[in-house]
């Protein structure tokens, strides 16, 4: 049940995010699907108790696998769908507290947090850039058909 | 000369793709390789691009022209990159000519093309509200993260059409945040500041810029990345000193 309000409650956040970067009206439930496969998978992976900065990567490559499988679908910029879907993984939370930390002089601590949340975005990043570098590998492999059935149906297909 | 005139207007169009593309948000990378596609589709295939966030440098190679078009603003307008996309796919597919191509680029720029303030804000609250459940708020405290994320969104847009200086609306922004988020919990209509807090400057965070600054670095664009990620940070560190400002007293 928690895992099914978690998917909605985001579901519904990346869709508003959608909005407010003002992507394109029939783009909008699809960004909102991006994101809240992120977020579950990132949500199932820390109940499971993998630490945050592991989630974050494999949330951010899932969410732009899926924006680059969209990208091709509709033919428009991955851009428009992984923004959106990476905003639930960005580290808000552990960015304010560093804040509230410094803000309370307590700089061990702030520096402790500032670290993870530079880790947590780092990890975002790297997640996504890996994921676009392996789909834009395999996707050139299959359209210039290595196998021998995919250039079969290459050929077959009408022009 | 007619050749001349083409080339000055296929120059003119490529730069106001750039420029539609990067005001809007979009990676260095992807600006660079749409115009050069759309040079190479013309026949042009000597043209080089040289893009920053603030400026675009489009030259056709050889002794033809030269121009550059500078930057100012930058905004995220996912809608415009998608069609000015469309426009670049259509001309490097031969569907519609330099001078369509042109017309409908012109046509873009003009046309506000973002949802209505309203829309925006209500979504923002939204968000907000779903953001502070997200993050392992308590449900009680829903309407205050509601208010407090509509209003900050309403407040950075409003100030930054004033000011045009993005430091200050995100700051201010986050200010009102605070303030809202304060007065809630003082007056009972919320349990946790952090978390309808940390809900309600969600809409505020700089996301797109933090993605396009690493996925720059990554393309070789060191340049743009550094200059994103400096305006990435800028953003951030305003948003931290709003909120550090309400919780010091």
């Keep these: ?159 | 000369m007619i050749d001349q005139q083409q080339n000055e207007m296929a120059i003119d169009c490529f730069l106001l793709a750039g420029r539609i593309m990067m005001e809007s948000g979009a990676e260095t990378y992807r600006v660079e390789d749409t115009m050069l596609r759309m040079a190479r589709s013309q026949n042009m295939s000597d043209a080089q691009s040289y893009v920053t966030p603030t400026g675009i440098i489009f030259s056709l190679g050889g002794t033809h022209p030269t121009r550059i078009t500078s930057i100012s603003t930058r905004i995220t307008d996912l809608h415009r990159i998608v069609l000015v996309n469309n426009v670049s796919r259509k001309l490097t597919s031969q569907m519609i000519t330099l001078e369509q191509a042109y017309d409908e680029l012109k046509k873009i720029q003009k046309t506000n093309y973002f949802l209505p303030i309203a829309l925006q804000v209500l979504a923002a609250s939204i968000a907000s509200s779903c953001f502070l459940i997200l993050f392992k708020g308590m449900w009680s405290d829903m309407p205050a993260a509601f208010i407090a994320g509509g209003v900050g969104l309403y407040v950075v847009t409003m100030v930054h059409g004033f000011t045009r200086v993005k430091f200050f609306s995100e700051f201010l922004a986050a200010l009102v945040v605070g303030t809202i988020a304060y007065f809630a919990v003082q007056f009972g209509y919320g349990t946790e500041i952090d978390k309808i807090i940390i809900g309600s400057v969600m809409p505020l965070v700089p996301g797109l810029l933090i993605t396009n600054a690493v996925r720059d670095l990554m393309a070789g664009h060191f340049i743009a990345g550094i200059a994103k990620g400096a305006e990435a940070f800028l953003t951030a560190f305003a948003i931290g000193s709003g909120i550090a400002l309400v919780l010091a007293f």
């Design chain 1, 1 to 159: 049940m928690d895992y099914v309000i978690q998917a909605i409650l985001s579901f519904v956040a990346t869709a508003c995010f959608g909005v407010i970067f003002n992507a394109p009206t029939k783009a909008i439930p699809y960004c909102g699907f991006v994101g809240s496969i992120g977020w579950s998978i990132y949500y199932a992976l820390s109940v499971q108790g993998i630490d945050e900065v592991r989630a974050s990567f494999i949330g951010a490559f899932v969410v732009a696998i899926v924006a680059q499988l969209f990208a091709r679908r509709y033919k428009m910029p991955m851009i428009i769908f992984s923004v959106s879907g990476i905003i639930p993984l960005v580290p808000g939370g552990i960015a304010y507290n560093t804040m509230r930390n410094i803000v309370e002089l307590d700089y061990a601590m702030g520096i402790q947090n500032g670290m993870r949340a530079f880790m947590i975005s780092g990890a975002i990043a790297m997640g996504l850039v890996f994921a676009e570098i392996i789909m834009q590998i395999l996707l050139r492999m299959m359209s210039k058909g290595k196998t021998s059935i995919q250039s079969f149906i290459k050929l077959k297909k009408p022009r």
